[in-house]
């Protein structure tokens, strides 16, 4: 594949990661390929790889594995496949020469996390370096991780840079003072939930607000290393945290030296939300003219990094809107833009009322694409706090091949959330596919409840006022009958009663609701009816 005019040379790519992280070139294919996406090898998985893709070999952790890999991908004409150093060899270089791949590699010590960061920001870089908005990092952080190396000399530790909301901006190369909390952190790109509400309930970050000092913070957990920690502050606007993990205490000329060389990264977060909040704005006008499919979609499309070979739309929300969990509602935005990551696909997210919509550009392919984003929207949800994973929801729409089509992919988003809110025993990801009953029944009944327009007496309302004026139990034997397909001992049993006294209400519920049960229209109705009354519609159900 020859260089695409729109997509960067592999060799391009790499080498600008090469200036932040050691690679190293073993094979060049025989022509220079063009790199449309950073994607994680998964052995399970190796068709997921695509045309022009720069594959990152995690997992693979031995010359043979290597060797699998190449003969796996070489046939989708992937751009590159970087592996680690220590799993190259010369049959390995001859299987990669063979298949025309282009092979590069890393030390044993360097970070998949650091290596994937690298190479999106050079990725995104190299084919708008005048616009290096983003998913995954946005533009100003890559100079944090200098700011973080220059951190770690001055305490004499591991430090990361991290938000007000405990989310990862970048980490020193310096991993000598490496405990779990640390791994964790930088694997999961926030701190562990469990950490961060520790340090909350015991008044740290009030601390950190009114004494403006490192605070220096004795091992707590198991395996763990002591912390000294320090708030990042411009002009009394809190901007994030710069922990670091040591040995021992520093002393106070270590102290006062991180404390000044914060003062240069708190600078550098200000102008970078400063130049952030402008970019965020931007990008959410152009995502809701996208969905909106308003005039100058096309173009909204190409400035947000879409190429538009084909999309889906997912809406992110919360199972109950009203929670009272502000964990949930308040950070979920944020926390899904904080994973788009996760996708390695052109992503962009933005927030409407209470949700959010990310609309992924998946490609042509509506097999894979339904495959990647079923599996990467489960991700999301199992990255998120455990507080949100009880409430959170994702839909899924089907392929949009174009731009056009997105506002209709966005109104799919919309009805499968719909339904998943309409019961609580349905999964918290699903697509319209994997939901056809439930999604045709509630949109029945919906149809049923608009259609009646309040001017149609429902079937079941003189069952409905018997209860209300009599305190019977009428209409939940009917439901408990229906339910159990017309089993009286089931129906009986479910309601705690005897067969015969389930025979006797159901003879009565007969005759006060002119109702023939063995008649499938009437079974019909009624079973309508009070799924339109689960619903909550107000058309039907009444009660006189």
């Given at each position: 594949?020859s260089?695409?005019?729109?997509?960067?040379?592999?060799?391009?790519?790499?080498?600008?990661?090469?200036?932040?992280?050691?690679?190293?070139?073993v094979?060049?294919?025989?022509?220079?390929?063009?790199?449309?996406?950073?994607?994680?090898?998964?052995?399970?998985?190796?068709?997921?790889?695509?045309?022009?893709?720069?594959?990152?070999?995690?997992?693979?952790?031995?010359?043979?594995?290597?060797?699998?890999?190449?003969?796996?991908?070489?046939?989708?004409?992937?751009?590159?496949?970087?592996v680690?150093?220590?799993?190259?060899?010369?049959?390995?270089?001859?299987?990669?020469?063979?298949?025309?791949?282009?092979?590069?590699?890393?030390?044993?010590?360097?970070?998949?996390?650091?290596?994937?960061?690298?190479?999106?920001?050079?990725?995104?870089?190299?084919?708008a370096?005048?616009?290096?908005?983003?998913?995954?990092?946005?533009?100003?952080?890559?100079?944090?991780?200098?700011?973080?190396?220059?951190?770690?000399?001055?305490?004499?530790?591991?430090?990361?840079?991290?938000?007000?909301?405990?989310?990862?901006?970048?980490?020193?190369?310096?991993?000598?003072?490496?405990?779990?909390?640390?791994?964790?952190?930088?694997?999961?790109?926030?701190?562990?939930?469990?950490?961060?509400?520790?340090?909350?309930?015991?008044?740290?970050?009030?601390?950190?607000?009114?004494?403006?000092?490192?605070?220096?913070?004795?091992?707590?957990?198991?395996?763990?290393?002591?912390?000294?920690?320090?708030?990042?502050?411009?002009?009394?606007?809190?901007?994030?945290?710069?922990?670091?993990?040591?040995?021992?205490?520093?002393?106070?000329?270590?102290?006062?030296?991180f404390?000044?060389?914060?003062?240069?990264?708190?600078?550098?977060?200000?102008r970078?939300?400063?130049?952030?909040?402008?970019?965020?704005?931007?990008?959410?006008?152009?995502?809701?003219?996208?969905?909106?499919?308003?005039?100058?979609?096309?173009?909204?499309?190409?400035?947000?990094?879409?190429?538009?070979?084909?999309?889906?739309?997912?809406?992110?929300?919360?199972?109950?809107?009203?929670?009272?969990?502000?964990?949930?509602?308040?950070?979920?935005?944020?926390?899904?833009?904080?994973?788009?990551?996760?996708?390695?696909?052109?992503?962009?997210a933005?927030?409407?009322?209470?949700?959010?919509?990310?609309?992924?550009?998946?490609?042509?392919?509506?097999?894979?694409?339904?495959?990647?984003?079923?599996?990467?929207?489960?991700?999301?949800?199992?990255?998120?706090?455990?507080?949100?994973?009880?409430?959170?929801?994702?839909?899924?729409?089907?392929?949009?091949?174009?731009?056009?089509?997105?506002?209709?992919?966005?109104?799919?988003?919309?009805?499968?959330?719909?339904?998943?809110?309409?019961?609580?025993?349905?999964?918290?990801?699903?697509?319209?596919?994997?939901?056809?009953?439930?999604?045709?029944?509630?949109?029945?009944?919906?149809?049923?409840?608009?259609?009646?327009?309040?001017?149609?007496?429902?079937p079941?309302?003189?069952?409905?006022?018997?209860?209300?004026?009599?305190?019977?139990?009428?209409l939940?034997?009917?439901?408990?009958?229906?339910?159990?397909?017309?089993?009286?001992?089931?129906?009986?049993?479910?309601?705690?009663?005897?067969?015969?006294?389930?025979r006797?209400?159901?003879?009565?519920?007969?005759?006060i609701?002119?109702?023939?049960?063995?008649?499938?229209?009437?079974?019909l109705?009624?079973?309508?009816?009070?799924?339109?009354?689960?619903?909550?519609?107000?058309?039907?159900?009444?009660?006189?």
């Amino acid at each position: 594949m020859s260089e695409a005019a729109d997509a960067p040379a592999v060799t391009t790519v790499l080498g600008r990661a090469a200036a932040r992280v050691p690679l190293h070139e073993v094979t060049r294919a025989s022509e220079v390929s063009a790199v449309s996406d950073v994607v994680i090898y998964e052995r399970l998985d190796a068709g997921g790889v695509a045309r022009g893709d720069l594959v990152l070999g995690v997992g693979l952790s031995s010359h043979d594995a290597v060797r699998r890999a190449v003969k796996s991908i070489a046939a989708s004409l992937p751009s590159a496949l970087v592996v680690r150093e220590e799993c190259v060899d010369d049959a390995t270089v001859a299987a990669a020469t063979a298949a025309d791949l282009t092979l590069w590699s890393v030390p044993p010590q360097t970070s998949w996390a650091r290596l994937l960061t690298c190479l999106q920001e050079a990725l995104r870089n190299a084919i708008a370096p005048e616009r290096a908005v983003d998913a995954f990092i946005e533009p100003a952080t890559a100079d944090l991780f200098t700011f973080a190396d220059l951190l770690a000399e001055c305490v004499g530790g591991s430090v990361t840079i991290e938000d007000t909301e405990s989310r990862l901006l970048a980490y020193s190369t310096r991993q000598d003072e490496m405990d779990p909390v640390r791994q964790a952190t930088i694997l999961g790109r926030h701190v562990p939930s469990d950490i961060v509400e520790t340090d909350r309930r015991e008044g740290l970050f009030r601390r950190l607000q009114s004494e403006r000092q490192p605070i220096y913070l004795d091992v707590t957990e198991p395996g763990g290393l002591p912390r000294l920690v320090v708030m990042l502050e411009w002009a009394g606007l809190p901007l994030g945290y710069a922990w670091a993990a040591v040995r021992e205490r520093p002393s106070a000329d270590r102290q006062q030296a991180f404390q000044q060389a914060a003062k240069r990264v708190a600078l550098q977060l200000f102008r970078r939300q400063a130049e952030s909040d402008h970019v965020s704005r931007e990008r959410r006008a152009l995502a809701l003219a996208l969905l909106g499919g308003t005039a100058g979609a096309d173009d909204a499309a190409e400035r947000l990094g879409l190429p538009g070979d084909g999309f889906q739309v997912l809406r992110v929300g919360v199972r109950d809107r009203a929670t009272e969990d502000s964990t949930v509602n308040v950070s979920l935005f944020r926390a899904v833009e904080s994973q788009l990551g996760i996708f390695h696909l052109p992503a962009v997210a933005v927030e409407l009322d209470t949700d959010c919509y990310v609309i992924l550009d998946v490609g042509r392919d509506v097999d894979l694409g339904r495959q990647r984003a079923l599996r990467n929207a489960n991700e999301l949800v199992n990255r998120m706090p455990s507080a949100a994973q009880r409430q959170l929801l994702v839909s899924i729409s089907g392929h949009a091949p174009s731009v056009a089509d997105l506002p209709q992919a966005r109104r799919e988003a919309d009805q499968v959330i719909r339904v998943l809110r309409s019961d609580d025993r349905l999964p918290r990801v699903a697509d319209l596919a994997s939901i056809r009953l439930p999604a045709w029944n509630l949109a029945a009944i919906e149809a049923a409840a608009a259609a009646t327009n309040g001017s149609l007496p429902g079937p079941l309302d003189p069952v409905v006022a018997h209860d209300a004026r009599r305190g019977t139990r009428f209409l939940p034997s009917l439901r408990a009958y229906l339910e159990a397909l017309g089993n009286i001992p089931a129906a009986a049993a479910s309601e705690g009663v005897h067969p015969n006294t389930m025979r006797y209400r159901l003879r009565r519920i007969a005759e006060i609701g002119d109702l023939d049960l063995e008649d499938p229209a009437h079974w019909l109705a009624a079973l309508m009816h009070l799924r339109t009354m689960d619903s909550g519609a107000p058309d039907l159900g009444r009660e006189p």
